[in-house]
């Protein structure tokens, strides 16, 4: 089942968001520990990611321009009326349903980890590493709901929809493509998305505010130009 990845993770976080939920009545102090503890993981992760390119020129090319294109259409802040139009119908007046909706997507969908998970369904039947990843989101959320609230939940169906979107597309254009290129494709997304996962530290620690989710267009910049490359 070319899907099994992503739905066990999907649920994974569903089940984490519950029991956060649960947990809801913890001290702000811990709360506010915890947080500032998954934010530093999350910065070392990202910083480990980060390191993974063998070109730097072009992360840094794909990450500057997608910015552009993620300003002008206003990424961010459709994501935040998406997520304030959840509130309206599931959260009550004044929670922060949207900032936990978005910054738990974010953190569960970028990442070289759900990329690669995803072919690995998608190509050969392999779900071990949505199934690791799974776990990993499953304790993340429990900590991210208890403290940003039930947004959190529903962040399960886009990283299904994404993950598995991937998973089938795998399926179907992985044959096509040269495994030297894809070899070059993961590592450099690895490394993009580490910027981004370091950028959604560095707002959990309450460092810096930034707008991650108006990089994300760097994303397809990104596999345009090493394709290019890898054939030019």
């Given at each position: 089942?070319?899907?099994?990845g992503?739905l066990?993770?999907?649920?994974?976080?569903v089940?984490?968001s519950?029991?956060?939920?649960?947990?809801?009545?913890?001290?702000?102090?811990?709360?506010?520990?915890?947080?500032?503890?998954?934010?530093l993981g999350?910065?070392?992760l990202g910083?480990?990611?980060?390191?993974?390119t063998s070109s730097?020129?072009?992360?840094?090319?794909?990450?500057?321009?997608g910015?552009?294109?993620?300003?002008?259409?206003?990424?961010e802040?459709?994501?935040n009326?998406?997520?304030?139009e959840?509130?309206?119908?599931y959260a009550k007046?004044?929670?922060?349903?949207?900032e936990?909706?978005?910054?738990?997507?974010?953190?569960?969908l970028?990442?070289?980890m759900?990329?690669?998970?995803?072919i690995?369904?998608?190509v050969?039947?392999?779900?071990?590493?949505?199934?690791?990843?799974a776990v990993?989101?499953?304790?993340?959320s429990?900590?991210?709901t208890?403290?940003?609230?039930?947004?959190v939940?529903?962040?399960?169906?886009p990283?299904?929809?994404?993950?598995?979107?991937?998973a089938?597309?795998a399926?179907?254009?992985?044959r096509?493509?040269p495994?030297?290129?894809?070899?070059?494709l993961?590592?450099?997304?690895?490394?993009?998305g580490g910027l981004?996962?370091?950028?959604?530290?560095?707002?959990i620690m309450?460092?810096?505010?930034?707008?991650v989710?108006?990089?994300?267009?760097?994303?397809p910049?990104?596999?345009?130009?090493v394709?290019?490359?890898?054939?030019?």
């Amino acid at each position: 089942m070319i899907l099994l990845g992503s739905l066990i993770n999907g649920l994974a976080i569903v089940l984490g968001s519950l029991l956060g939920a649960v947990l809801r009545n913890i001290s702000e102090q811990m709360k506010e520990t915890v947080t500032k503890g998954i934010g530093l993981g999350v910065l070392v992760l990202g910083i480990q990611m980060a390191f993974k390119t063998s070109s730097f020129i072009v992360i840094l090319i794909s990450l500057c321009v997608g910015a552009m294109v993620g300003e002008g259409v206003g990424i961010e802040d459709k994501m935040n009326v998406f997520g304030l139009e959840l509130e309206k119908r599931y959260a009550k007046p004044g929670s922060n349903f949207a900032e936990g909706f978005i910054t738990a997507a974010l953190i569960f969908l970028i990442g070289s980890m759900g990329i690669i998970g995803a072919i690995e369904s998608g190509v050969a039947n392999n779900h071990q590493t949505l199934f690791t990843k799974a776990v990993m989101d499953g304790f993340m959320s429990i900590m991210l709901t208890a403290t940003l609230g039930v947004g959190v939940l529903f962040s399960a169906v886009p990283v299904f929809l994404y993950q598995g979107i991937i998973a089938v597309a795998a399926s179907i254009l992985m044959r096509y493509i040269p495994k030297e290129l894809l070899d070059v494709l993961m590592e450099e997304l690895s490394a993009i998305g580490g910027l981004m996962i370091l950028g959604i530290g560095l707002n959990i620690m309450g460092i810096t505010k930034i707008r991650v989710s108006n990089y994300l267009p760097g994303i397809p910049i990104l596999i345009l130009i090493v394709t290019v490359l890898f054939y030019f």
